[in-house]
Each structure stands twice: as C-alpha cells, then as structure tokens.
C-alpha cells in the first residue's frame, strides 16, 4: 500500500493550541503528528507571568510536547491580543485549552464567544475537576490526581506508604480522551455542520484510568489495596529476581500456569491444592511468590526469557531507560524519531504511537522559537503593517 508522505491525514483542519504544562499539549501532538495546522499561542515576554512550562523551551520535554507547532504570542488579557486570536479562531477548527474553568470566561473566549466567530469551532477543554461542581477552580496537577482517583492507594508495597506512578499517566491520558473526543466532534461535524464544546477533566481521566479497580468497587464493592508487583486478582503476574535483575512474568489464568511450571521445570507445581486454581494462587500469594524467586533466583533474565518463551509464558525484562531503547524490538519499531533542532542539532523523540499504513504520522519540526511565525500569520489574517505595528506597541504580540 502506498504511503502518502505529503500531506497528513488531518492536514485539512486548523488548531488553535492555547494549552499549557503537559495534558493539553498531549492532545494538541496527537493531532500535529497527523498534519493539523497547528498554532501553539504563547504570552508575549511582556506578559509571560502565569505562563506554564514543563522544563526549559529547548529541554526534551518542551520539544517532545510542542514539535510540529507554529508559535505565535498574544497577550490575552489585550484588546488587540484578542482580537487576533478571534481572527484565528475564524479560520480554524479546534481550539485546545486547560485553564482554570473560570478564566476563559473572564478573558471572553468561552465556547458561546468562539461560537459566535465561527459556529463550526470545536472548543476543547481541559480542567483538573470539571468545568463546574465544588472543586472547579481548584488547580489541577497529575499527583494531586493519581492521588484523589485511587491509583496512588493501589500502587506500592503492601505494607507500604501510597506510590505515584513513575510517570505524568493522568496527564498523559486526559490529553489521549481530549484529542479522541476533538477527532470524534471533528467526524459528527461532517454531518451536523456544527462545532460543539467538548470537555474532559484529570480527575475524569484519572478514574477512567483505573479501570477495572474501578469497576470492582462500581459493580462488586471491593476496594483494592497494595500488592506491589502482584496483580491483584490473577497469579502469578509479578516481577521476580534474577540472578543478574529482575524479571516480569505474566502467567495469570490456569493453562499459563501449568506452561509455567513446565518452562521452570516443576509441572509438579501445577497440581498442588494450595496452587490449583487462580483463586487459590491469588490467596496463596505469599507461598507462591517465595517459591518462585527461589527458582528465577538461580538462572539469568535472558536464560529465563527463553525457557518462558518456549512455553508461550508472557514474560520481559525491567528495563531502565537506556535499556528500553537499546532493545531490539524497540530499534526495529522506530519508536525513537530523529529530527533536527536549530540550537540542539540532531535529536531524537519519541515517534507518533499510532501508525497508519497510507497516511502516517511525521515528526517534521522542533518547537520553533517563540513567536516565529507571528508576521506569517498576522500576514495570513489580514493585518497592514499600520495594524502590526499597533500590535506591537500596545505589547499584544
């Protein structure tokens, strides 16, 4: 099938990205990946109190959220600033925020004002809580989250303190939700011809996120607590020692079972009481466990990855970062992405997750420097020189 390397998939549709820190930005790259227009505003240098950033401009986190963006600056608060943005927004099809409920609405770029410029706008809002309720003006920060929807309470020891998660994941998958529910308003648009306002919160996301943990209190009344490494309701799926790291093994359900106890070379195991269903592992954890880092204690990672692959048993190793890259399968994936930075030279990012046969994803650009493309776009809206130049003397730009 051929691959159209061109244009992007969605190179038709213009966003306006008006996001800071790291969940907007996550929805806003899904969408630049794929070729969207994409317009990241940022506050002018005059105006920059409040602006949020994950790390320095050039830093891998910076670059990594905001390649494939055009930068222009405006000051929000400004009359021209404004004005500009609304010219945006007449010409585009998304817009992306996460401020405080309240300050769009302050500011007079709220869903009915957008709407009001162009009725086929998609707003797409990010909040910590919601965009109304008790905790709506509440600032909303992913381990504040991890916290309040019960993945903290459920990861760690089990004997010890609650653990966030080793990465931004609310973030990360509120940005996800965000950019499905743009893409999806985007489709029913093709038939209503109307935009809508579509909004999802950390909080929301952070809840979704938990999933099944969530459903068996929802549908069962069980509250998860801490089993480390352990999966809560099927065993053995855990991480085990090795003679040179550590292991993960994800042998749930009793047919896996018994394969493992074929590749470790106890099928023995496989008939005890104490081990004979799933149930009677999850309950006999502490027994099973102990047995189990004895034998993966006496062989190495890659010696037991073997044996385990043998017998179809789920298995991998615990990479650190440098690992993780330097892996085979992970080089063969190309899920490191070379672009070249004007200050950095040749760098590398994390490539686009979703890979479309004809249509692929691109890694095209760097975050440009601030307001790069401010007179290309004023240009583009229609401002005279005589309009630029106000522009920049009432520090709107």
Not at 12 to 39: E, H, M, N, W, Y
Request: hydrophobic share 40%.
């Amino acid at each position: 099938m051929q691959r159209v390397m061109n244009e992007g998939a969605l190179h038709r549709f213009r966003v306006i990205d008006l996001s800071q820190v790291r969940a907007g930005p996550t929805c806003v790259k899904q969408l630049a990946d794929f070729g969207a227009d994409v317009i990241k505003v940022e506050a002018p240098a005059a105006a920059k109190r409040g602006e949020l950033y994950v790390g320095a401009r050039n830093g891998a986190d910076m670059q990594n959220l905001h390649r494939n963006k055009r930068s222009m600056t405006l000051d929000l608060k400004s009359t021209g600033g404004r004005e500009v943005l609304m010219r945006l927004v007449a010409t585009a099809d998304v817009v992306v925020e996460n401020f405080r409920p309240d300050v769009k609405t302050r500011l007079g770029i709220g869903y009915q004002a957008l709407r009001a410029i162009n009725p086929r706008i998609i707003l797409v809002s990010i909040s910590g809580f919601g965009q109304d309720g008790p905790y709506q003006r509440r600032p909303g920060f992913d381990q504040i989250i991890q916290g309040m929807c019960g993945l903290m309470s459920t990861t760690g020891a089990p004997e010890g303190d609650p653990m966030r998660a080793g990465a931004a994941v609310v973030d990360v998958v509120a940005g996800l939700y965000a950019a499905l529910g743009a893409l999806t308003a985007l489709l029913e648009r093709e038939s209503s011809g109307e935009g809508q306002w579509v909004r999802t919160s950390l909080l929301h996301a952070g809840i979704g996120l938990m999933d099944f943990q969530a459903a068996r209190y929802l549908v069962d009344g069980t509250v998860a607590g801490r089993v480390g490494n352990d999966h809560p309701t099927s065993m053995p799926t855990s991480a085990y020692p090795t003679s040179d790291g550590f292991l993960n093994v994800g042998a749930g359900g009793d047919s896996m079972w018994r394969s493992l106890c074929r590749a470790i070379g106890r099928p023995d195991l496989a008939d005890l009481p104490e081990f004979l269903s799933d149930p009677d592992r999850v309950r006999n954890r502490e027994q099973l466990n102990e047995l189990l880092r004895s034998v993966f204690r006496t062989r190495s990672t890659a010696a037991w990855i073997e044996a385990l692959d043998a017998q179809d048993v789920p298995c991998g190793p615990i990479y650190s970062m440098g690992q993780v890259f330097a892996d085979e399968q992970v080089r063969h994936c190309g899920i490191s992405s070379p672009v070249s930075h004007p200050e950095r030279g040749p760098i590398n990012l994390i490539s686009q997750v979703v890979d479309l046969a004809r249509t692929p994803a691109r890694i095209e650009t760097t975050l440009e420097e601030k307001g790069g493309s401010n007179l290309s776009l004023l240009q583009e809206l229609g401002f005279g020189p005589g309009e630029i130049e106000a522009l920049i003397a009432e520090g709107a730009i």
